[in-house]
């Protein structure tokens, strides 16, 4: 059980908008730390894509955008591609464990 | 560009032990925080260590502590972790990460290694 939660898998079609959320609590993005969400295709290497909760490492499109509120934070995905089929995964710092922690990731699906 | 490439993965039995290397090119290795995440087969991402860029702090999961030992050797640009008492459930690729962020608690991943895969098997 994952100390964020993300639901396992979304789906859209291509030029649609969808959103995964990571939930948290008190002790991680309710105190205020920071949410990094990652990209990871099949078989690949996780990648950067969000960063300080709304940050866009260069070389990552405008497509993708963050956002946290309270215990919680969001991806957003917009015109939505075929390309962006993979597992995203966000990830903060909690208190009570003394280190950082991941989502049990979300499975995206382009339909 | 900055680049860590990781060595060492391995078959070990239960209870024995591994060491994990990640090189690290193409950056000021000392100034940087480092850690080891792992992903178990089919699941999802799990952080196991960091260590701070001078070495002096270093920070363990709940799942590997005591058994797991992060260190660095910042002459050599080079990031270790040495795996001892292994369980099955240690199987996985183990990931080393570079770290960025003006504070410890919000330190984003932002160089990834390719992994190196540990099994755990008898």
């Known amino acids: 059980q994952s100390v964020l939660t993300q639901p396992p898998s979304v789906s859209g079609a291509p030029g649609q908008r969808v959103t995964i959320s990571c939930t948290g609590s008190?002790?991680?993005?309710?105190?205020?730390?920071?949410v990094h969400w990652y990209q990871q295709f099949p078989g690949t290497v996780p990648k950067l894509l969000i960063y300080?909760?709304?940050n866009r490492p260069s070389g990552v499109p405008d497509r993708f955008s963050g956002s946290k509120s309270d215990t919680s934070a969001s991806l957003a995905i917009t015109g939505l591609q075929a390309e962006d089929e993979a597992d995203y995964y966000c990830q903060s710092f909690d208190s009570s464990l003394s280190g950082w922690v991941f989502g049990g990731g979300t499975k995206l699906t382009v339909l | 560009d900055v680049q860590v490439v990781e060595s060492g993965g391995g078959l070990v039995q239960p209870g024995g032990s591994l060491r994990l290397s990640c090189a690290a090119s193409?950056?000021?290795?000392?100034?940087?925080?480092m850690t080891w995440v792992r992903q178990a087969p089919g699941k999802g991402l799990e952080w196991v260590s960091g260590i701070s860029g001078s070495g002096r702090s270093t920070f363990y999961a709940d799942s590997v502590k005591g058994r797991f030992s992060i260190s660095r050797d910042n002459s050599k640009n080079t990031l270790y972790l040495q795996l001892n008492s292994l369980r099955v459930e240690d199987t996985a690729v183990y990931y080393c990460?570079?770290?960025?962020?003006?504070?410890?608690?919000?330190?984003?991943?932002?160089?990834w290694g390719q992994g190196t895969t540990v099994t755990v098997s008898s």
């Open positions: 990460a570079k770290q960025k962020g003006l504070i410890r608690e919000n330190y984003a991943m932002d160089v």
């Open positions: 300080a909760s709304t």
């Open positions: 008190s002790s991680n993005i309710g105190a205020g730390y920071d």
């Open positions: 193409g950056l000021a290795f000392s100034n940087f925080a």
